[in-house]
């Protein structure tokens, strides 16, 4: 069964905040691009650990036991929702760019001066500030142009893609304009496994609106984080098999040395971590199959498929709309993310924010930690951009009265 309007207002039942109001309006979450709300399976998930089984792991006692079960299952569920081979492949962290830092910290000691990392200037920083920094250690840094189109340059690419590339970072969807880079990423690989040179992949803003496949990406590292797609504050990290245990990681020297753990620092967010199982668990019973993956992969077509006719239903509603400008691609192609950011004539970003806000609108303004891509756009004196982004629970209703209400704010 396709994932619709009605399916949609059903899983809303499930979203404890989704009843809150203010100023008399329902709050509509349009705010997903910066972390989606919580169904109540996770919220359980996540209590029920503390109240049966709160303990670190490797001991021999019961609750312990019990940790290690909730872990093993966790990286089972999250590489059934990759398409990673082996739940060993996925490692945990407080979050992506905390996980981008300690990959990058490992990854330059196989490094020497001169060495060239290319990232894009469409990226979020989690994805670029790790590789920024390592030109402190003599790394040239290269970047791929962003056209005014908001896409990648690839004639750009493949000209800075050379014999002394190690490694190339981008991201599989941008977070303020929505842009998905599946074609230039395959372009990435190819051109890079002719040098020789490593792949990262940033795949916050995909998961949580697309089915993913490591193994098809052929990609050597791939980041993404739990609480974009209705789970907790918790980063993941995928590495392709064999190849985490060949770096030097920052790690104790009592920590465990082998993947997945090599790379994990301390003790984790057990609870949290629960609570990520219990988000894909959630994703999968919407789908179809006889296997967890199977389901997965149906269910997030779905959704995908209901999200896209929001923002496709958004984007042609803002056309009809003097004064405002909608930038990126347009939604004639399916590989765009549900994220739509947009300037008015007459007010700055963070004036429409405002004013929506006292209506109920959750939706961001500003740069959104992709600040390259907006400063080339020349956004930076209008106080970048004003975002929306959909997800699973938002509704067509919301749409039509968010465009009310900037049709109003443009006058």
Same mark, same amino acid.
Request: aromatic share 8%; hydrophobic share 40%.
């Given at each position: ?9 059903? +899983? ?9 109001? *203010?100023n008399g309006f329902p709050l509509a979450y349009l705010d997903g691009p910066g972390g989606t ?8 998930? %996540? ?5 049966? +089984? ?6 021999? #006692?019961?609750?312990? =036991? ?11 569920? @999250? ?19 905390? $996980?981008? #830092? ?9 490094? =020497? ?26 790394? @040239? ?26 490694? @190339? ?28 040179? $490593? ?6 803003? #995909? %998961?949580?609106? #697309? ?12 980041? +993404?984080?739990?609480y974009k797609f209705y789970g907790p504050h918790v980063g993941i990290l995928y590495c392709r098999?064999? $190849? ?8 104790? +020297? ?21 609570? *990520? ?21 149906s269910a997030k077509q779905d959704i995908a498929d209901y999200e896209h006719g929001l923002a ?33 004539? =007459? ?15 959750? @939706? ?11 400063? %080339? ?31 109003? $704010?443009?006058?």
């Amino acid at each position: 069964m396709p994932y619709t309007t009605k399916e949609a207002l059903a +899983c809303r039942a499930d979203f404890p905040s989704l009843t809150r109001t *203010v100023n008399g309006f329902p709050l509509a979450y349009l705010d997903g691009p910066g972390g989606t709300q919580v169904p109540n399976q996770v919220i359980d998930a %996540v209590s029920d650990y503390y109240r049966r +089984c709160n303990a670190n792991t490797h001991g021999a #006692f019961i609750t312990s =036991s019990e940790t290690d079960q909730v872990m093993d299952r966790a990286r089972a569920t @999250v590489a059934a929702l990759l398409g990673a081979q082996s739940p060993g492949e996925v490692s945990f962290g407080a979050n992506m760019t905390t $996980l981008n #830092f300690a990959l990058s910290h490992a990854l330059v000691r196989q490094m =020497s001066p001169g060495d060239e990392i290319l990232i894009t200037e469409l990226d979020h920083e989690g994805n670029r500030g790790p590789w920024l920094k390592l030109a402190e250690h003599g790394i @040239v840094i290269k970047e791929i142009k962003v056209t005014q189109g908001g896409v990648l340059d690839r004639e750009d690419m493949a000209a800075k893609i050379g014999k002394r590339t190690r490694l @190339v970072a981008i991201g599989m969807a941008s977070n303020a304009l929505g842009t998905v880079n599946l074609e230039e990423i395959a372009l990435a690989r190819k051109l890079s496994r002719e040098v020789g040179a $490593l792949m990262v992949l940033d795949a916050v803003h #995909f %998961v949580p609106h #697309f089915p993913l496949d490591v193994q098809a990406l052929d990609t050597d590292f791939l980041l +993404c984080s739990a609480y974009k797609f209705y789970g907790p504050h918790v980063g993941i990290l995928y590495c392709r098999p064999g $190849l985490l245990d060949t770096l030097d990681t920052d790690r104790l +020297c009592t920590a465990e040395a082998a993947a997945p753990w090599r790379i994990e620092t301390g003790t984790l967010n057990h609870a949290a971590i629960a609570g *990520v199982t219990a988000a894909v668990d959630y994703v999968a019973a919407l789908g179809r199959g006889e296997t967890l993956r199977e389901r997965i992969q149906s269910a997030k077509q779905d959704i995908a498929d209901y999200e896209h006719g929001l923002a496709s239903r958004y984007w042609n509603g803002l056309a009809q709309i003097k004064g405002v400008r909608a930038w990126g691609q347009d939604f004639s192609s399916r590989q765009r993310a549900p994220t739509v950011s947009i300037t008015l004539a =007459s007010m700055t970003a963070d004036a429409v924010a405002a004013e929506l806000a006292k209506s109920g609108f959750l @939706v961001w303004d500003g740069n959104f930690y992709a600040h390259k891509v907006v400063s %080339v756009l020349g956004l930076d004196d209008r106080g970048g951009l004003l975002r929306t982004g959909f997800s699973m629970y938002n509704t067509a209703e919301e749409v039509d009265r968010l465009l009310e209400a900037i049709t109003a $704010l443009s006058r």
